[in-house]
Each structure stands twice: as C-alpha cells, then as structure tokens.
C-alpha cells in the first residue's frame, strides 16, 4: 500500500490523477478495471462513502483520472482509499487532500 498528500482549494472542484500498483507489486497498472466499491471518501473524518463521481480510466493507460466535487472539498480534508474489489489486479492506497482558503492571504491583506 502507498499514499500521498495533496493540497486543493476549499470547495472548488478538483480533478487529480494516479496510478495504482500492480498486485504483484514493484509496477505500475496498465489499464486498472475499476468498479465501483474500489474507491472511498471520508470527509474529515466522517463514515467511508461512495465517491460523488467514480474515478475512471477513460484513457485507456495507467492513469486513474478522479473528479472531485466541490463538495467533496468543503471540508477541512478528504481521505480518498482505493482497493481493487475483486482482489486480484491492483494494490490498495489512499490520497489524503488537505484543503486551504484560498483567499485567505487576500483577506489578511484587506482585499
């Protein structure tokens, strides 16, 4: 299993992009099946759910494309977890987001 931190801006909606490990460890995936109970949300903190939108692969490579809703990135963070629900193809991982105001320094500024 592996992770990362990101950080997007509060409640606008994101798209960001990963790749997942083979099952066999050591490589990439080459063109992840993904189903829909292989991808979670916690928004800080809150009970695991189904992502607003479910991550694709729609390019046909290695890169999992995932969109994130603005309400997805209301909160203060998102722990997103994936595991391939049929076991076989691709290890578990998770992508932490921590989101930031981003007018924040403007505000402080008087603007």
């Known amino acids: 299993m592996y992770g990362m931190t990101l950080q997007l801006p509060k409640s606008q909606a ?3 992009y990963i790749v997942v490990e083979a099952a066999a460890g050591g490589t990439i995936q080459s063109n992840p099946a993904i189903a829909g109970a292989d991808f979670q949300r916690s928004i800080d903190g809150g009970a695991f759910a189904q992502m607003d939108s479910l991550p694709t692969n729609t390019r046909n490579d290695n890169n999992i494309t995932i969109a994130l809703s603005a309400a997805e990135l209301a ?5 997103i977890w994936w595991a391939d629900a ?7 991982g998770f ?3 921590v989101t930031y105001d ?4 403007l505000r402080s500024q008087g603007l």
């Open 14 to 16: 994101a798209t960001v």
């Open 102 to 105: 981003p007018t924040a320094g």
């Open 95 to 97: 992508l932490s987001i």
């Open 75 to 79: 909160g203060d963070g998102l722990l």
């Open 86 to 92: 049929a076991g076989a193809e691709w290890l578990p």
